[in-house]
């Protein structure tokens, strides 16, 4: 299967192979053909499932709800991916009146918490389109209700291989926009891998690589662990061209709040253990992760990066 980039409220987002390795949430309570236990299947709507993947085909205004219930041992993050296709699909006046995948999580009394998440949608005519999301679930969530839908007028929509599962707490793998996947990343001097969960980056000479981690609002503190040590590092001719692991918080392309306390080094320096919490600013959605040599000369290596979150609001 070719995998492509969908962009989605700014996001660009990639679609890996990463879901295929997990459990997928839509097929927890579903008959055999793929349908939500107890529900009735709508007019003109085929359901099934393929490769462990779900299929959804609307071919006029309806659509098919999955219930999801919230354990501890989801985490708090959940992926969704899949493909999407419109043909001839006409929207409401109302802005959710299209196609879309429905999302709301509900607390044990029933409830909607958290906000509304930021859902995929597709109206008029498309090719087949990729996507992959990642969700946070909020803290008082019992239940998520997760609905592939035609809310148009007329058309259809086709939904395939929809897959929900749950992330690695390390913020820093795969599949968030920029992340590392499990077989690592090689772009000049800097080389990445993975290894039980955890990330190891080594920076033969000058170069560096940024990851870009997207923050939730409910998020208020992360969690940075990790060993770094120092082989011949050269200082250029400013107080930032070092070996470093640099950060911002970003909202959109601005950034936000005071430049993070980094770690550091120049020289030749042993391992060394690093461990930091930071404060997400108000109104930051991304996080430039920068493992970087910043001098002219020498090697500097990361080794069992993990970036989780800390706290919520």
């Not at 996001?11 to 579903?30: D, I, P, Q, R, Y």
């Not at 309806?62 to 699909?89: F, H, Q, W």
């Not at 609905?147 to 968030?176: C, D, I, M, Y």
């Not at 000479?205 to 060993?227: A, Q, T, V, Y």
């Amino acid at each position: 299967m070719n995998y492509r980039i969908f962009s989605i409220g700014g996001f660009l987002l990639l679609l890996s192979a990463f879901a295929g390795e997990k459990e997928n949430l839509f097929l927890a309570h579903v008959n055999e053909n793929g349908a939500p236990e107890g529900r009735k299947v709508p007019d003109q709507c085929e359901v099934k499932i393929a490769d462990g993947g779900l299929n959804v085909s609307l071919k006029a205004p309806g659509s098919l709800e999955y219930t999801v219930y919230i354990t501890p041992d989801l985490g708090n993050r959940l992926y969704l991916s899949g493909t999407m296709k419109a043909t001839n699909l006409a929207p409401g006046k109302e802005g959710w009146q299209n196609g879309r995948i429905a999302m709301r999580f509900l607390d044990q009394s029933g409830k909607r918490t958290g906000n509304w998440p930021e859902v995929i949608s597709v109206s008029g005519s498309t090719g087949e389109k990729a996507f992959g999301k990642v969700y946070s679930i909020p803290p008082k969530a019992s239940v998520l209700l997760i609905e592939p839908a035609h809310f148009g007028k007329s058309g259809a929509v086709e939904f395939r291989n929809l897959s929900l599962t749950t992330l690695p707490s390390n913020l820093l793998l795969a599949p968030n926009p920029g992340g590392v996947p499990e077989k690592g990343l090689a772009q000049g001097p800097v080389r990445m891998s993975v290894k039980d969960g955890l990330l190891n980056v080594r920076i033969d000479g000058s170069g560096n690589r940024i990851l870009h981690i997207p923050i939730d609002p409910s998020w208020k503190s992360l969690k940075l662990e990790m060993k770094m040590r120092a082989d011949g590092i050269r200082n250029g001719d400013a107080d930032w061209k070092d070996a470093r692991l640099g950060l911002r918080f970003y909202q959109g392309s601005k950034a936000v709040g005071p430049w993070p306390d980094i770690f550091r080094m120049s020289g030749t320096k042993e391992w060394r253990n690093c461990s930091r919490v930071y404060e997400i600013p108000e109104g930051a959605r991304g996080l430039n992760f920068e493992p970087a040599n910043f001098g002219i000369a020498g090697t500097v290596e990361f080794r069992d990066m993990k970036l989780t979150l800390q706290e919520l609001r």
